[in-house]
């Protein structure tokens, strides 16, 4: 029994080699690379996200015309905002959180949101370990710009590395689209904010 | 000829796992070049390298009442507001003070809220020899990380290699929760401090108005 096993595992090998080297030797080249990515996954809107040192979760998203949370906007502009609870995860205060959220598909003439704490619209203050508070990203627009009514926006996460290759410190370190959330975006009449 | 054999290969092993060893024991850049911490208890004077700072005391509070440009400012917060007032003078010339970091129980670090606009009484405070300035350090903290906290102080948020004095704050009256015993619901940053010795009547005084 194991003598018949032995020979068709041998039967096998021989017969495999050849497959087996040009895989391998396809892969040390990186004919692998050409395949299709994966396309980004779905987040749910409606649970918190673990995003790298942010734990977010968007709350609502809409259009306005008018002054949000003490952002100032030219004339001839509106705003699209996005309204996340955030915490930060780390292990001290932190305000690395401008490029967690991006609005896919829309041209945006400053790719760096403007971010105001919700509480008393304090621009890109610190957040604090285990507090999570509400942070409006506020990304001025042309005032003809069409936005969707539903918009996905790219969430980007890091990795934590426990001693970086420079320094030997721990951070957090290559940033990487962890998937997209779709939001309802709401038009806001002139007045409202 | 084969015990030489053994005998090269067993010094080979033990150089490699003497190098392995210095290997892992070495410390790390950021160890190597970390802040030298310089330990003290609330109400003793702890020298720095360029600064002395005594702890007065903290206070808590649910909202901090501040003026802005002229304007009166509420100020909330998820947690509570912790304001410790700190008494720095500096050793041999004129400096400055602008390190001031919450360590909670378990390691996290607080730093100086960034919601208040700059104030004469708030980091970066400018200190000189031989003179005592009260200056305040104002911290966001949740209440768990209250008990068994310290205060981290520097000149610099980024000290390498500079002195860091690591203030324990046991002393802070906690109840059995962990929780400060005294919170005030308002804390007013403007109203003018307290007669020394009178510290807790007035501050319930003003916690009242």
């Not at chain 1, 018949?4 to 021989?14: D, E, V």
């Not at chain 1, 994966?38 to 995003?51: G, R, V």
């Not at chain 2, 998820?78 to 304001?83: C, D, I, K, N």
């Given at each position: 029994?194991?003598?018949?096993?032995?020979?068709?595992?041998?039967?096998?090998?021989?017969?495999?080699?050849?497959?087996?080297?040009?895989?391998?030797?396809?892969?040390?080249?990186?004919?692998?690379?050409?395949?299709?990515?994966?396309?980004?996954?779905?987040?749910?809107?409606?649970?918190?996200?673990?995003?790298?040192?942010?734990?977010?979760?968007?709350?609502?998203?809409?259009?306005?015309?008018?002054?949000?949370?003490?952002?100032?906007?030219?004339?001839?502009?509106?705003?699209?905002?996005?309204?996340?609870?955030?915490?930060?995860?780390?292990?001290?205060?932190?305000?690395?959180?401008?490029?967690?959220?991006?609005?896919?598909?829309?041209?945006?003439?400053?790719?760096?949101?403007?971010?105001?704490?919700?509480?008393?619209?304090?621009?890109?203050?610190?957040?604090?370990?285990?507090?999570?508070?509400?942070?409006?990203?506020?990304?001025?627009?042309?005032?003809?710009?069409?936005?969707?009514?539903?918009?996905?926006?790219?969430?980007?996460?890091?990795?934590?590395?426990?001693?970086?290759?420079?320094?030997?410190?721990?951070?957090?370190?290559?940033?990487?689209?962890?998937?997209?959330?779709?939001?309802?975006?709401?038009?806001?009449?002139?007045?409202?904010? | 000829?084969?015990?030489?054999?053994?005998?090269?290969?067993?010094?080979?092993?033990?150089?490699?796992?003497?190098?392995?060893?210095?290997?892992?024991?070495?410390?790390?850049?950021?160890?190597?070049?970390?802040?030298?911490?310089?330990?003290?208890?609330?109400?003793?004077t702890v020298r720095a390298?360029s600064f002395d700072v005594r702890?007065?005391?903290?206070?808590?509070?649910?909202?901090?009442?501040?003026?802005?440009?002229?304007?009166?400012?509420?100020?909330?917060?998820?947690?509570?507001?912790?304001?410790?007032?700190a008494d720095l003078t500096a050793t041999s010339t004129s400096t400055?003070v602008?390190?001031?970091?919450?360590?909670?129980?378990?390691?996290?670090?607080?730093?100086?809220?960034?919601?208040?606009?700059?104030?004469?009484?708030?980091?970066?405070h400018a200190v000189d020899p031989d003179l005592e300035r009260n200056g305040?350090?104002?911290?966001?903290?949740?209440?768990?990380?209250?008990?068994?906290?310290?205060?981290?102080?520097?000149?610099?948020?980024?000290?390498?290699?500079?002195?860091?004095?690591?203030?324990?704050?046991?002393?802070?009256?906690?109840?059995?929760?962990?929780?400060?015993?005294?919170?005030?619901?308002?804390?007013?940053?403007?109203?003018?401090?307290?007669?020394?010795?009178?510290?807790?009547?007035?501050?319930?005084?003003?916690?009242?108005?």
């Open positions: 029994m194991f003598k018949t096993a032995r020979s068709k595992f041998q039967t096998w090998i021989t017969a495999g080699a050849g497959t087996i080297a040009a895989l391998l030797v396809a892969g040390l080249m990186g004919a692998f690379g050409a395949l299709p990515a994966h396309a980004p996954p779905q987040l749910p809107s409606d649970a918190a996200i673990d995003a790298g040192p942010w734990r977010v979760q968007p709350v609502r998203a809409y259009v306005s015309r008018a002054k949000v949370y003490g952002v100032p906007l030219k004339p001839g502009q509106k705003a699209l905002v996005l309204e996340a609870d955030m915490t930060n995860r780390t292990a001290q205060s932190d305000k690395a959180y401008f490029n967690v959220f991006k609005p896919d598909g829309i041209d945006l003439p400053d790719p760096l949101p403007m971010i105001a704490l919700a509480r008393d619209s304090t621009l890109t203050p610190e957040l604090h370990p285990g507090m999570t508070e509400r942070m409006a990203y506020v990304w001025p627009l042309a005032r003809d710009a069409a936005v969707p009514a539903n918009l996905s926006f790219g969430v980007t996460a890091e990795i934590f590395k426990p001693r970086d290759n420079l320094y030997g410190t721990p951070g957090w370190f290559n940033p990487y689209r962890l998937g997209t959330v779709a939001m309802p975006v709401a038009d806001l009449p002139e007045s409202g904010s | 000829m084969k015990i030489r054999a053994i005998g090269n290969l067993l010094i080979l092993c033990a150089t490699v796992a003497l190098s392995y060893g210095m290997q892992v024991s070495k410390p790390h850049y950021a160890e190597l070049t970390a802040p030298i911490p310089i330990d003290g208890a609330m109400h003793d390298r702890l007065d005391k903290v206070v808590f509070a649910r909202t901090l009442k501040t003026n802005q440009f002229g304007q009166e400012r509420l100020l909330t917060t998820s947690g509570l507001w912790a304001v410790v007032t400055t602008a390190g001031g970091t919450w360590q909670g129980p378990t390691g996290l670090r607080y730093h100086h809220t960034e919601r208040l606009s700059y104030r004469q009484d708030m980091p970066p305040l350090f104002v911290f966001e903290v949740p209440p768990d990380q209250i008990r068994g906290a310290s205060l981290l102080v520097a000149a610099r948020r980024f000290a390498p290699l500079d002195a860091q004095a690591r203030i324990s704050l046991d002393a802070v009256p906690t109840g059995a929760d962990g929780q400060p015993t005294d919170v005030l619901p308002l804390y007013d940053l403007d109203a003018p401090a307290p007669p020394q010795g009178q510290t807790q009547q007035g501050q319930t005084q003003q916690g009242k108005t």
